[in-house]
């Protein structure tokens, strides 16, 4: 069974310029989420969707970020403009909506911001 | 405020040599606790799902535990493939997110 695709699985660029980070859930997963994993912080829940709609973006840190989710099979996450405190590794994982569901994980995208 | 503590930061062992990883949280109404392997340069790869005191889970050399204030990871005898950062993370009953605690890197040494 294929699991979550993240993609790209790196990506370099210089400051100001803008960033899309690609997501393919789980097929018949209903809920999707972006986290951002760092060293000091750890893993950070930036936004959730379920069935598509986002619930929750109280992790969003800047109005520099943002994600959509137009159909259940796709998702993505902007930065811009991209900062070099915005280099990280960005994961994307999906479950099922409601009871204790464990998210599956993609393998991330490492960000690195010059 | 819900948070997750895990415990110690770093582990090194002996192959063979079994040790606890430990887990405390605050949560408001726990829906469960997952216990999940993350490998470098990887996503973190789920292993347990408990979901009220007193339950245990086991697989291979590893076997969770919880209480109502803390979890724990268990190792028996492990090996160097064993190696990796071990993640906690609790579900509350509210909503769908997963608080993470902030890992326990163990090494296994051959």
């Known amino acids: 069974d294929a699991g979550v695709i993240q993609s790209p699985r790196h990506e370099v660029t210089e400051m100001g310029q803008e960033v899309t980070l690609r997501c393919k859930p789980i097929?018949?997963?209903?809920?999707l989420f972006w986290y951002r994993q760092t060293m000091m912080r750890g893993l950070e829940l930036l936004i959730y969707?379920?069935?598509?709609?986002?619930?929750?973006d109280s992790g969003m840190p800047e109005d520099r970020f943002s994600a959509k989710m137009p159909n259940a099979s796709f998702s993505t996450l902007k930065i811009q403009p991209s900062e070099p405190r915005d280099s990280a590794v960005y994961f994307c994982?999906?479950?099922?909506?409601?009871?204790?569901?464990?998210?599956?994980f993609g393998d991330g995208t490492r960000l690195s911001i010059l | 405020e819900d948070q997750v503590t895990q415990s110690p930061e770093a582990l090194r062992l002996q192959e063979g040599e079994s040790s606890s990883l430990n887990c405390s949280y605050t949560v408001s109404g726990l829906r469960g606790l997952f216990w999940y392997r993350q490998d470098p340069g990887k996503g973190p790869e789920f292993l347990f799902t408990?979901?009220?005191a007193g339950e245990e889970k086991e697989k291979e050399r590893l076997k969770a535990t919880l209480t109502k204030k803390e979890s724990f990871l268990h190792i028996t005898a492990p090996k160097p493939e064993d190696s990796a950062t071990y993640l906690c993370?609790?579900?509350?009953?509210?909503?769908?997110?997963?608080?993470f605690g902030k890992g326990t890197r163990l090494h296994i040494l051959p």
């Open positions: 969707f379920n069935n598509n709609v986002p619930i929750d």
């Open positions: 097929s018949g997963h209903n809920s």
């Open positions: 993370a609790v579900q509350r009953n509210r909503d769908d997110k997963i608080i």
């Open positions: 408990l979901y009220s």
């Open positions: 994982a999906s479950s099922f909506v409601g009871g204790p569901q464990p998210q599956h």
